[in-house]
């Protein structure tokens, strides 16, 4: 028998407190209208102070090992995939590990910004196939609110908080990894960035005068190899999976923004509209864990029939892109 890593279940964790377009009217110089028709984004959700990436993550976690019937003692290693890690160290996986309770599970924080997710997916795809471990739990969690600029009007009405989990295993029924194609390209690194707080430039009092442990875009850049980026990811995923357009049921894009979305979406004329599946209206940017939230959601609320494909697709810093083709078992 051909051995398949499998997505046997998933969950997510969104935090209660929501931030709207209106809200930011009161607190930057912009409007409603902008940020929906720019974006397509009317609210995001906004972690507690004394919620961390690691809490969010957990809740994720624990929902998608039920989701798989699995305990979290059969857990043999977990990845975290985070831009916004509790602190440098430890890592958030050890603290994930702790608070779940698989003292067994080895645990490793991955840096891949958005795509974080999908490169997360791809090593545990790897792990599972190559027969090292049976079990692996992908989370991806992101407290972005503690990274964004609320005074930076062309930054601040994107980002949101929120965690995302997949069990990935070799055994049981769920979602198989068919196929996963990543991308990087250092050359464009600061495009996206995050200046402060790291080796380069320690945090100290010139790094928060000058805001540097925020988040800093160059947005139409970014949209721009974001378009080109995920379509060319989606396309190659298809080909080294030998696999039609016509064939996928659901493509889930990196919720980042909806005219990028909606731009990706032109490029793949035989998918209709109604099967590019969107949180991004009520979510905001979530960054590694949008894709993750967005299959969740869509598992929880959609029937997908054995032998469906699902495309998922993402792009952030680095700069970095994938696409993963799943095929329902
Ligand atoms: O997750 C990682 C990947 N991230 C992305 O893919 C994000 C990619 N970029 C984007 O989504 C878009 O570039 C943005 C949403 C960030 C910006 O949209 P845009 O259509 O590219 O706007 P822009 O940056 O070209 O700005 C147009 C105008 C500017 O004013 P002027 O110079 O034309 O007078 C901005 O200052 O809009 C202004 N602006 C705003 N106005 C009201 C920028 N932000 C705002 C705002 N409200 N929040």
Known sequence: MIKKAKITGTGSYL???V??????????????????????????????????????????????????????SQ????LVATLTPDCPIPSTACLIQKMIGAPQ????????????????????????LSGTYKNVLVICSEK???FTDYTDRSTCVLFGDGASAYVVSSEGRGLAIEQIQLGADGEQAEL???????????????????????????GNEVFKHAVRRMEAACKECLDAADCKEEEISWLIPHQANVRIIDAIAKRFPHLPGDRIYKT??????????????ALDE????????????????????????????????
Not at 75 to 78: A, E, M, Q, R, T
Not at 193 to 216: D, Y
Not at 312 to 319: E, V
């Open 15 to 17: 935090p209660e407190r």
């Open 19 to 72: 931030l709207t377009n209106q809200d930011l009217e009161k607190m930057v110089d912009t409007t409603d209208e902008w940020i929906v028709s720019r974006t397509g984004m009317k609210e995001r959700r906004i972690a507690r102070p004394d919620e961390f990436s690691s809490h969010m993550g957990a809740a994720a976690a624990l929902k998608a090992l039920a989701a798989a019937h699995l305990d979290a």
């Open 75 to 78: 857990v043999d290693f977990i």
């Open 105 to 128: 599970a080895g645990a490793v924080d991955i840096s891949a910004a958005c795509t974080g997710g999908l490169y997360a997916l791809s090593l545990a795809r790897a792990l599972i």
């Open 144 to 146: 972005l609110s503690s």
């Open 192 to 218: 996206l960035v995050i200046p402060g707080g790291g080796c380069r430039q320690p945090t100290s009092a010139v790094t928060i005068e000058n805001r540097l442990h925020f988040i800093k875009m160059s």
């Open 280 to 293: 991004v209206h009520k979510y905001g940017n979530t960054s590694a864990s949008s894709c993750g939230i």
């Open 298 to 329: 869509l598992l929880k609320t959609h029937t997908v029939h054995p032998g469906e494909k699902i495309l998922l697709t993402a792009f952030g810093s680095g700069l970095t892109w994938g696409a993963a083709l799943l095929r329902a078992e």
